[in-house]
């Protein structure tokens, strides 16, 4: 049962521009919605977080924009770079559950 | 720190052997994770401990999985007997029990049972 769903599954950008990764969640008990980057051979690395009491949260050229009523999230790579290259989950948990809810992930490349 | 280690990296194993993975989490953290990828299904969480004890195991696919935490520092996963569905990459994670929405994976283990 797919609780987060990712897209798109992959993307190309050229350097500079701006790379959109959207997620959609059914269960409104979720209570944070993280971004994890994941790099060819490695595990997945926590990028960005965001709570449902806000609806942006911007870390250098990382935001993620956050629909509580739409029930869905985002992230934006502002000046996307060719080291930016890698798959990005997003992933949700509920409250009080220790249960991490990932997107099916999607292939980020941008060309130099 | 070293980070959460993993071993082996790789792992190659005909079916109906004993597979058994290593997790070594952050030194400190108190709650560790199981989970495996696959292009199918992505990652699922396969079972979790705090503080050494099992907590949910819901995510383990069959009683062919086990999972043991005997101290802080260490745990394994085990497969018995492996067939060549459960190929997959197994990731390892660990966190504070207060902050498990900050998970800390392992590189990850690639297991391809033939």
């Known amino acids: 049962q797919q609780q987060v769903k990712q897209s798109p599954q992959s993307l190309i950008v050229q350097k500079g521009g701006i790379s959109i990764i959207n997620c959609a969640y059914e269960?409104?008990?979720?209570?944070?919605f993280p971004w994890y980057q994941q790099f060819p051979g490695k595990g997945p690395a926590l990028l960005i977080a965001?709570?449902?009491?806000?609806s942006e949260k911007k870390e250098g050229r990382f935001t993620i924009s956050f629909n509580k009523s739409a029930k869905q999230f985002s992230l934006h790579i502002m000046d996307s770079q060719p080291g930016d290259s890698a798959t990005y989950f997003c992933?949700?948990?509920?409250?009080?559950?220790?249960?991490?809810?990932f997107g099916a992930g999607t292939r980020l490349t941008v060309k130099p | 720190d070293a980070g959460v280690i993993q071993s082996p990296r790789h792992e190659v194993t005909e079916m109906g052997q004993e597979v058994t993975l290593r997790c070594k989490p952050i030194?400190?953290?108190?709650?560790l994770f199981w989970y495996r990828q696959t292009m199918m299904r992505g990652l699922e969480l396969l079972i979790y401990?705090?503080?050494?004890?099992?907590?949910?195991d819901s995510g383990m696919p069959e009683d062919r999985f086990s999972a043991k935490m005997p101290n802080a520092s260490f745990s394994t996963l085990k497969i018995q007997p492996s067939e060549p569905r459960d190929s997959a990459v197994y990731f390892c994670?660990?966190?504070?029990?207060?902050?498990?929405?900050?998970?800390?994976f392992g590189s990850g283990t690639q297991l391809s049972v033939l």
């Open positions: 269960n409104t008990a979720f209570d944070y």
């Open positions: 401990f705090n503080n050494n004890v099992p907590i949910d």
């Open positions: 030194s400190g953290h108190n709650s």
């Open positions: 992933a949700a948990r509920r409250i009080g559950n220790n249960d991490m809810r």
């Open positions: 994670a660990s966190s504070l029990m207060r902050e498990t929405e900050k998970l800390f």
């Open positions: 965001i709570r449902p009491d806000v």
